[in-house]
DNA sequence: AATGAATGAGTCTTCATTCAT
DNA sequence: GATGAATGAAGACTCATTCAT
C-alpha cells in the first residue's frame, strides 16, 4: 500500500526529478556524461542550476537516477510482457526485435551509461541489477522454454551472447552506416535473427 | 630498405611517442578519455607535461596516436596472417581466437575509443579507416572464400554482424563476470563460435 | 524613462562588471594587456577568477568592455558638450584641454588599447567605431565652422593632424618627462595649440 | 683601434647577432614583443632555440639590442646627415621627410618598442638615450638656427612637438587608412610639414 | 523551496630557459 | 660552439558545487 500512496510533496519531488532526468537524458545522449554540464541540464529542465542539487547529490547522482528511471518507466520491461503462447521462435524473434528497438532508440543514452560504468561502481551495480540481470533472466527463461535450442548450449552463454549480439551489432552499424549506406533496418534485423537462429554455416 | 632505416633522431622520437603512449594506454584505460589528464599521463610516461605536447599537439591527438598504434603494432593486421591452407571454418575460428584475446586485452582502451568516437570526427574517421574497414573487409573475404556461408546473408552483413557479435559478448560478458562467476575462456569462445556457425536453434 | 530604469539585477551586473572595468584598468595600465593576468584583475576586483568569466566570456573581451566604458562614461563625448558659442579657436582649445587631460590621465590604458589593436580586429573596430571617428567627426566639424582655417587644408587631415598631434605629444613627453623636468601642463597645452594654430614660422 | 679592429671570433659573434636580431625585427614587428615566440625568431634567424640564448640572455635583452641595433644601424642617425648649408625650413622639410619615411617603414617595430617600454626600464632608457635625446636635439638645433621661429616657442617644446606630432599623425593615419581611403603619401607630408610651420589657421 | 551568483580547484596548453650531447 | 629535447611554471578558462537571498 504504502508503496503507492504518495504524499503531495513526494509527488512534487518525484515530479522535479523526472523533469530533470528528461533533461538529463536528452543532453547525456547527445554530449556524453563528461561533456554536459549541469548548466545545460538545467537550463533543458527549466529548472535553476542549485534545483538540481537539491534532488541529486551529485552530477553522478543523476545518471544513477537515470539507470533507475530506464527500469522504473519500463524500458526493459516490456521484454517480459510478450505474450506466453506463441510460437517460442516467434516470441524470441519478438523480444528482439523490441529489444532492437529499444537500443535503438535509446542508443545514444545506454552508450553513456555503459561507457561510465567502468568508472562508477555505483552505476555499474545498478545497472547490473536493474537491468542487464533482468534482460539475461528474460531471454534464458526464453530459450530453454522454447525446447527448440541446442542441448549442448548452456542458456546462460545463449543469453549472454544473444544480449551481446544485439548490444554489439547495433553499435557497429551505427558506425559502419556513417560510412557506407545503410540496410534496410526490418530486413537487417530478420536476417539478423537468422543468423542468431541458425547460424552463418549453410545447411543443406 | 630507407623505409626501414631510421636515423637515430627518428628513433628517439618514435620511443618517446611509445613512451607516452603506453602511459596513454593505461591511463585512459582505467579512467577514460576525459577523466584522464595529461598530467597523469606524463607522470606515468615519467615525463614532463610540457614534453608531452611536443609529440602530441592535442591530447586529442593522444587518442589518435593510440589508433594508429593499434594498427602499426599490428594488432589487426595479424588477422590476414593466418595461414590460408587451413579448413576455412578453422581458420576463421583461429581469427576469432586471436581477435577475441586481443580485444579482451585490450577491452578497455577499445571501449575508450569507441566511446569518444561519438565526439571526435577525426577520431571516428581514422579508427573506420585503420581499423574497422580492415577488420571487415578480412572476415568478409575470409567468410565468402570459405564457400561454406549461407548464400542469402550477404557477407558485409555477416562480417558486420561477427564483429559486433565479438564485440558486444566481451562487454556483457565483462560485465557478467563482475557479478557472477567467469566461464573458461576457450570453452566459451568454442562455443560462440560454434554459435555463429551453426546458430542457436536445434537441428535434427 | 524605461531606457533608464534597470532591474535590480542588472544594476547588479553592471556593478560587477564596473568593479571588474576598474580593477582592469589599473591592472592593464600597470602592465599591459599580455602582462596582465585573470587571476590578478580578479584579486584587484575582490572577486573570483570565475566571476570574471561570469562577466566576460574572454580576457579579450574585458579590453573591449574597456574601450566600449571609454564612451559610455563619456570620457570622449564631452567633446559634443563644448558649447556652441564661443570663439571657434577658444572652443577648440577648451576641447582640446579636455581631451588633452582626458588622454593624459588614461594615457596608460590609451596606449594599451592602440597597441593591442594591432592583433585584435574586434578591438580595433570597436575603438574606431566609438572613439575615433566621433573625436575625427567633432574636430572635423569644428575646424570647418569656425572658417577661420586655411582652405587648402582638407578638413579629414587637419582633423587626423589634430588628433595625431595629441596622441603623439603625449607619448613624448611622457618619455621626455621621466629623463627631464616637466613643464607646467597649462603653459605646455597652451603653447602647443598655439603651435597648431598658427605654427612654428616666425610672422613678421 | 681598439674599436674597429675585432678579432675573427667577435666578428663571429657579431654576425650571429646581427643575424638572430634581423629575424627579431621582422618577427617582433608582425607580433609584437609578448605574441613572439623565441622558438619562431630561431627559426627565421635559421639558428637553434639554443643559439639565441647563447647571444641573448632573455628574451627581453633581444628588445633592447634592436634598440642599440637601431642607431648603429643608423637608422636614426642619417639625421644629421642633413646637409648644412640649405635652406633652413627646407632642411627641416628634408628631415622630417626622412624622418617620416623611416617611421613609416619601422612603424611596427617602434610600435612595438615604445609600447613595451612601458614595462621594461631598460627598454625606456635605452631607447630614451639612444633614439629620442638624439633627434631631439638635432630638432632642436635646426630649429634654433633656422632662426625662422618664432620666439614664444622654446626649442625643447618645439621639438617635442615636433617628433610627438610625426609620431602621432602615422599612428593615427596608420589607424584612419585601415578604414578610409589613404591620401597620397607625398601630398600627406607635404601638407603635414606645411601645418607644422603655418599653424591651421588662416592667415591674410 | 528555488534561484543563480560566486567560488576556486583543476584542465589543457604555451613558452622562455636549461642542459646533455 | 651549436643543437633541440626537456622542463615546469604559469596562464586562460571551465564547471560542479555552495550559499545568501
Redesign the interface.
Known amino acids: 500500500m504504502r508503496r503507492k500512496k504518495k504524499t503531495k510533496s513526494e509527488d512534487l519531488i518525484d515530479r522535479r526529478k523526472s523533469q530533470i532526468l528528461e533533461a538529463a537524458i536528452k543532453v547525456f545522449s547527445e554530449?556524453?556524461f563528461?561533456?554536459s554540464t549541469t548548466k545545460e541540464i538545467a537550463k533543458k529542465a527549466r529548472v535553476s542550476e542549485g534545483t538540481i542539487f537539491r534532488y541529486f547529490k551529485t552530477k553522478k547522482e543523476i545518471l544513477i537516477g537515470l539507470v533507475n528511471m530506464l527500469t522504473e518507466k519500463s524500458m526493459f520491461k516490456f521484454i517480459q510482457e510478450v505474450e506466453d503462447g506463441l510460437d517460442p521462435?516467434q516470441a524470441l524473434k519478438n523480444i528482439l526485435k523490441l529489444h532492437y528497438n529499444m537500443i535503438t532508440q535509446n542508443y545514444?543514452l545506454l552508450?553513456t551509461i555503459?561507457?561510465?560504468?567502468?568508472?562508477h561502481k555505483e552505476l555499474?551495480e545498478a545497472?547490473?541489477k536493474e537491468v542487464?540481470?533482468n534482460v539475461?533472466e528474460v531471454i534464458k527463461k526464453r530459450?530453454q522454454e522454447s525446447g527448440?535450442?541446442?542441448?549442448?548450449?548452456?542458456p546462460e552463454?545463449?543469453a549472454?551472447?544473444?544480449?551481446?549480439?544485439?548490444?554489439?551489432?547495433?553499435?557497429?552499424?551505427t558506425?559502419?552506416e556513417?560510412?557506407?549506406n545503410p540496410?534496410d533496418p526490418d530486413k537487417?534485423i530478420s536476417?539478423?535473427l537468422?543468423?542468431?537462429?541458425?547460424?552463418?554455416?549453410?545447411?543443406d
Chains 1, 2, 3, 4 share one sequence.
Open positions: 554530449k556524453g563528461e561533456g521462435s545514444q552508450k555503459f561507457y561510465e560504468m567502468q568508472f555499474r545497472f547490473y542487464v540481470s539475461l530459450i527448440s535450442t541446442r542441448d549442448d548450449v548452456p552463454l545463449a549472454q551472447t544473444l544480449l551481446g549480439i544485439f548490444l554489439g551489432i547495433t553499435m557497429v552499424q558506425m559502419v556513417e560510412n557506407e540496410l537487417k536476417l539478423m537468422d543468423i542468431i537462429f541458425n547460424g552463418i554455416k549453410k545447411h
